[in-house]
């Protein structure tokens, strides 16, 4: 199976509190990589890899998270890589 990676994007309204719990995917070799709340904004953005963005929609919202938006994506800068 290739994993690939995919901008998840959930519009929300929580607020400076933030979104709340982020989402334990499970399913079909979908994994949260990292996800950011931008408050004045009202969007959370996650990075999410997976097979396809079928099944990065499926994980999702089979963990209650909806899914407004979903592209690939290019990581770009490797998270705590200090280069």
Not at 7 to 16: H, I, K, L, T
Not at 32 to 37: E, R
Not at 69 to 76: D, F, G, N, T, Y
């Amino acid at each position: 199976m290739t994993r690939r990676l995919f901008a998840v994007e959930r519009y929300d309204g929580a607020g400076p509190g933030g979104p709340g719990r982020l989402p334990v995917l499970a399913a079909g070799g979908v994994r949260l990589v990292a996800a950011v709340h931008l408050p004045a904004d009202e969007v959370v953005l996650a990075l999410v890899e997976g097979p396809d963005a079928d099944a990065v929609v499926a994980a999702m919202a089979g963990a209650g998270w909806p899914v407004h938006r979903v592209e690939p994506a290019i990581l770009l800068h490797p998270w705590g890589d200090q280069t």
